[in-house]
């Protein structure tokens, strides 16, 4: 089947460690993208990257990073420096060709931090 | 800045009524809007889209939207909902050519017996 994996589905972290999300997709998209969730805020972009290599920042990435060194694979680091950072995070992906402009989604990490 | 509106943060529907879900957007040019369900703890799913043309959309499970360029707005409807339509829904922007979204902050469902 093809789609995009996040894993774990809940992640425990103590405060002052970094941790790293996962996300893979095996539908041959270019882009991807990392989305945070809060309750009533909606989505808002936290990296997304065009094609292996490049990635840029989004509306919130201060504490986070990221790298793109495979095609399928897109994870998300997030680190001590991040103030708050209990969350759901959600991966998404399209195809750069064609105008459809659709972003598939993972089913989401929840990440708790104390 | 583009921005999205979606003025109902909760709404409550008892089982076979109509729901209509609203969604307000900020765009200079000819936007591209998108309505996304999200189920409790999942990702999130694609109900329709507008690029252009006809400017009532068909989705999946039976709803559909209708975009108003006077009004700016891209409302959800639903004629007769069912139980499992109890979820969170999304109206979301095109931003650029890069293919970033501006989502609105949601709106939840709650479906009534």
Same mark, same amino acid.
């Given at each position: 089947?093809?789609? !995009? +994996?996040?894993?774990?589905?809940?992640?425990?972290?103590?405060?002052?460690?970094?941790? %790293? =999300?996962?996300?893979?997709?095996?539908?041959?998209?270019?882009?991807? /993208?990392?989305?945070?969730?809060?309750?009533?805020?909606?989505?808002? =972009? !936290? /990296? /997304?990257?065009? !094609?292996?290599?490049?990635?840029?920042?989004?509306? !919130?990435?201060?504490?986070?990073?990221?790298?793109?060194?495979?095609?399928?694979?897109?994870?998300? %680091?997030?680190?001590?420096?991040?103030?708050?950072? %209990?969350?759901?995070? =959600?991966?998404?992906?399209?195809?750069?060709?064609?105008?459809? /402009?659709?972003?598939?989604?993972?089913?989401? +990490?929840?990440?708790?931090?104390? | 800045?583009? @921005? *999205?509106? &979606?003025?109902?943060?909760?709404?409550? $529907?008892?089982?076979?009524?109509?729901?209509?879900?609203?969604?307000?957007?900020?765009?200079?040019? #000819?936007?591209?809007?998108?309505?996304?369900?999200?189920?409790?703890?999942?990702?999130? &799913?694609?109900?329709?889209?507008?690029?252009?043309?006809?400017?009532?959309?068909?989705?999946?499970?039976?709803?559909?939207?209708?975009?108003?360029?006077? &009004?700016?707005?891209?409302?959800?409807?639903?004629?007769? *909902?069912?139980? @499992?339509?109890?979820?969170?829904?999304?109206?979301? $922007?095109? #931003?650029?050519?890069?293919?970033?979204?501006?989502?609105?902050?949601?709106?939840? *469902? *709650? $479906? #009534?017996?």
């Amino acid at each position: 089947d093809g789609g !995009i +994996t996040q894993s774990p589905k809940y992640l425990f972290r103590k405060e002052g460690q970094n941790v %790293t =999300l996962s996300c893979e997709q095996n539908l041959n998209h270019d882009a991807m /993208y990392w989305y945070r969730q809060d309750p009533g805020q909606g989505l808002r =972009l !936290i /990296y /997304y990257s065009q !094609i292996v290599n490049d990635f840029q920042k989004g509306d !919130i990435a201060e504490g986070y990073s990221v790298s793109r060194e495979k095609k399928e694979s897109f994870p998300l %680091t997030v680190t001590s420096a991040q103030k708050n950072p %209990t969350a759901f995070y =959600l991966c998404a992906s399209r195809p750069s060709m064609g105008n459809s /402009y659709e972003q598939y989604f993972g089913p989401g +990490t929840r990440l708790t931090v104390t | 800045a583009q @921005s *999205v509106t &979606q003025p109902d943060i909760h709404i409550t $529907v008892s089982e076979g009524a109509s729901l209509e879900l609203r969604c307000n957007y900020s765009y200079g040019a #000819t936007p591209y809007l998108f309505w996304y369900v999200q189920s409790p703890g999942q990702g999130l &799913q694609l109900l329709l889209k507008y690029f252009s043309g006809d400017t009532l959309v068909q989705g999946i499970k039976g709803f559909e939207a209708e975009f108003k360029r006077s &009004q700016s707005s891209f409302n959800l409807r639903k004629p007769s *909902v069912h139980w @499992s339509d109890a979820a969170e829904y999304f109206c979301a $922007v095109l #931003t650029d050519s890069w293919g970033k979204l501006q989502f609105g902050a949601g709106t939840q *469902v *709650v $479906v #009534t017996p």
